[in-house]
């Protein structure tokens, strides 16, 4: 006759592995690596991304920089007056100096929607405009106002200025309310605009 002792040593023991696999399935961590990773990638490549975003963009408002610091030189030495330089002879010359990192169609060359170059002469330095010309004047995201934009690069002694505004379009959401400084109120896409100028006096050249 089985006592009534086996009978609840028997039980026990029957529930010993299924409580060890239940405690074990609690204490378990497999998985946990991905799960946190799932969790953390999102927020990561974000900030990885706009870490990239705004590295490009301040390389792109140097590489412009530059370009324009070449051209004024031409300038001022009378390159560009020797050889008769057209408007569009002068952009294709620019797009050439920025072409390292930013490229201009043949469209672009034409017919400006990017770039933007304004090359003027002016009586005096105090007269050179120091602002970004929008739109607005109450709007300081507004979009850029190219009315009075020129090509009438100066001669020998006078006194000019280059400026180079270039449209860079952002690509990261999570960067574009912070490195945007231009926002259309149409609801079009915002950009970065990098601005680039030069003011000096030409030499006296003959």
């Not at 060890?20 to 946190?36: M, N, P, T, Y």
């Not at 008769?84 to 050439?96: G, L, M």
């Not at 912070?178 to 003011?199: C, F, H, K, Q």
Request: aromatic share 10%; glycine share 4%.
């Amino acid at each position: 006759m089985i006592q009534d002792n086996d009978i609840l040593d028997s039980k026990s023991a029957e529930r010993q592995p299924v409580r060890k696999r239940l405690l074990g399935f609690v204490r378990s961590q497999d998985g946990s690596a991905a799960i946190e990773f799932a969790l953390l990638a999102i927020p990561y490549f974000l900030i990885v991304f706009a870490i990239i975003e705004t590295f490009v963009a301040f390389t792109a408002e140097q590489v412009v920089s530059n370009a324009v610091d070449t051209l004024s030189r031409q300038i001022r030495t009378g390159q560009i007056t020797a050889l008769n330089t057209s408007q569009q002879q002068f952009r294709q010359a620019f797009c050439n100096e920025i072409s390292v990192l930013i490229t201009c169609s043949s469209t672009e060359v034409a017919t400006p929607a990017n770039l933007y170059l304004d090359v003027e002469t002016y009586l005096s330095f105090a007269s050179m405009p120091t602002t970004v010309p929008r739109k607005s004047t109450t709007d300081p995201y507004s979009d850029l106002n190219t009315t009075g934009f020129a090509f009438a690069p100066g001669g020998a002694k006078t006194l000019n200025m280059v400026r180079a505004y270039y449209r860079w379009q952002v690509i990261t959401d999570l960067m574009r309310p912070y490195l945007t400084n231009v926002r259309p109120s149409d609801g079009s896409a915002s950009v970065y605009l990098i601005v680039a100028t030069a003011a000096f006096q030409n030499e006296n050249y003959p």
